[in-house]
């Protein structure tokens, strides 16, 4: 990943931060405005209900208001009434008189429901047992049938009283919500305070987050390029000492040996054998430092099927004892820096697994998914600790700082029962700088037909 990705996923954290941030401060205004706009208006709506209980309808007889002969009581109700309908916050006004556990309208400004009878309700006992007001949305039962028709949202309002007879009554006021309007009123003077501070905070800080985005791209490009010097400077290492014990050990013993084998068949007699063991130890000698320049220099494969060098690594570095399965893709498509990270590391997690694991049986099985491709190293050995950062194991941290710098995955678990080890890099994205070193020499096998 380079720089300027880096950064860039940095700021786009970074502002989708911000903009969360300001949708719950928003979010939360607005729900805190209308909570806030709701208990005024149902404030208000007690208020009112109570002024009219108290002012206007205390002072008057219930008994009076439903004899018909009797329109004194029903005239001045009237008149006290219109004042409030004409100013469009209050809707209706009912006065229900108790009997028991119903209730008749004994007054209301829709006459055509005078006389009304209908079952106490659970808001009015609620209003009558604490002798408070209760406010209450409008329910769609016959009582309200004309409230629910008309074109506005109701408050009701239902507020116990004493009559100039001292008799039990019951006031209900239905009054026009204000929740949206004061609700609308709140928020255009909260919703600036709300957002403005973390607007001017999220601008304030644009700068140093860019400058932090910068400082962490500059971090993660040094830390890639660290382990890509590692790897280099590993490789460079088993090159180097590849190519000084094959000028040097491997040539002498080729040559002692080579001198011994000529002296035993031009001198034949009774040290031959004992040159002859020689000349056989030596040959043994110079195979296995073949085996050790084989893993100091491994070949390099540019191309075609990545499981054939799979299995050549399998070849080489196997006991007999250890059964070694290569499947999955071929991986033939992939090139570059990456196919050589995925062959290198994978032949390194290989070679780990042989060495170290006590497997009786390890599995290769190379990955092509979604745009990434990898490998996943099994084994049926004897496991470690793969929480503790990998001690003892360099090969393990390599491949992993590796595979984090070409924006890839490593993941290692082990238990008793074995271990599973499992790189994925985006496809043509490494950027490893695994290249030979030292001219890319392969190390060539000597003419001669026994060495």
Partial sequence: MTDTAVQQT??????????????????????????????????????VAQMFARTVAAPLRVADLDTSTDTVARAHLARSISGLLEDEDVYRVKIWRLDGDRAEIVYSDAST?????????ADLTRALRTQEPVVTAVPDDPAHATENSGPHTLLEVYVPFRDADDVLAVAEVYLVTQVDRYSAELLVKVLPLAVGGPVLLVAATLPLALRLARSHARAERERRELADRALAVAEAERRDLARRLHDGVLQDLVALGMALELDTQREPGPLSTVRAGLV???????GSLRGILDDLDPVTVDAGDLRLAFAAVAERHAP???????????????????RRLVLHSGSELLRNALAHSGAGEVVVDLLDRDGQIGLEVRDDGVGFDAGASFPGHHGLRLVRAAASGAGGTFEVSSDSSGTRVRLLVPHGTATVRNRPIGGGQVLGRFPHPHW
Avoid: C, K, N
Wanted: charged share 20%; proline share 1%; hydrophobic share 55%.
């Fill in 320 to 338: 007999a004892s250890v059964r070694v399965g290569v499947v999955g893709a071929s991986l033939a498509q992939a090139t570059g820096a990456t």
């Fill in 113 to 121: 429901i005078d006389g009304l009878r209908v079952p106490v309700s």
């Fill in 10 to 47: 940095a700021v786009r954290r970074y502002v989708a931060a911000s903009v969360a941030v300001l949708l719950v401060v928003v979010a939360a205004a607005a729900t805190g405005t209308w909570l806030f706009a709701r208990t005024e208006a149902h404030q208000e709506a007690r208020d």
């Fill in 280 to 286: 056989d130890r030596i040959h043994t000698e110079v």
